[in-house]
């Protein structure tokens, strides 16, 4: 083989040696920057929060998160399983006048039961499931992480999500929660809830703001009980 064939050879290993890198930086950037802005909305400005600021260091965290979690398919809910699920969320905010406490460890739950049976990680694995809820319903995830802080006595604390830094206390948590936190909590929990069910005559409403939505007594077609609003349930 020639000198000019074997510089050829070198010349066109490199351009494409060349072209691969610049192709594998683009598909990364599709993850990074504007693009997980778009993809995650408030959850990205959360990301960045927890991590203190430190943007790349948040990116990472979202990388892991669409690069585990991004393939996973959701499997819709057949009529009957939607039935018994607003039933059931239907009965808990009923029960939460009396037992408010009951009533949002039985949101906690619920939502962890859906988001299973919608093909998410199981609720036994809540960070796991939580990160997941996190790529495919950033706008609404919120809602099951409060819950959940709130489930378990506390009003932000404890992890919730893949690395620790998810579950930092924010300003004002880290306290025990008292009625409105858990009334807050349940109505935040809904739109995640709705979310899940994708069921349409839930669009129109669902991206109300939570203290409208408590204020006109209800959401997405459901009216909240007497006694759900402001203040008006039972303490202990």
């Known amino acids: 083989m020639s000198t000019g064939v074997i510089i050829a050879l070198i010349v066109v ?21 504007h693009g997980l802005k778009r993809r995650f909305g408030p959850e990205y400005d959360r990301a960045v929060a927890r991590h203190d600021g430190d943007v790349k260091a948040a990116e990472r965290e979202l990388d892991t998160l669409v690069e585990r979690h991004g393939g996973l398919r959701e499997r819709p809910l057949e009529p009957a399983e ?47 499931q939580l990160g997941a809820l996190a790529v495919h319903h950033p706008h609404h995830v919120h809602g099951y992480r409060r819950v959940h802080r709130v489930a378990r006595g506390t009003h932000g604390t404890g992890t919730a999500g893949l690395p620790a830094t998810q579950g930092t206390p924010g300003p004002g948590e880290g306290r025990a929660a008292n009625t409105e936190d858990m009334r807050a909590a ?42 759900f609003h402001r203040h008006q349930a039972k303490e202990g």
């Open 13 to 33: 290993v490199a351009a494409i040696v060349a072209i691969a890198a610049v192709l594998a930086v683009r598909a990364r950037g599709s993850h990074g920057g």
């Open 82 to 128: 939607r039935e018994r699920f607003e039933a059931r969320w239907t009965a808990a905010q009923e029960r939460f006048v009396d037992s408010p406490q009951e009533a949002v460890a039985e949101a906690d739950r619920l939502l962890a039961e859906v988001a299973g049976a919608r093909g998410f990680p199981d609720g036994g694995q809540y960070e796991d």
């Open 186 to 227: 349940m109505v935040e929990a809904r739109a995640l809830f709705d979310d899940l069910l994708g069921s349409a005559r839930h669009e129109a409403g669902r991206d109300r703001a939570p203290e409208r939505v408590s204020q006109d007594g209800s959401r997405s077609g459901h009216h909240l009980p007497r006694g």
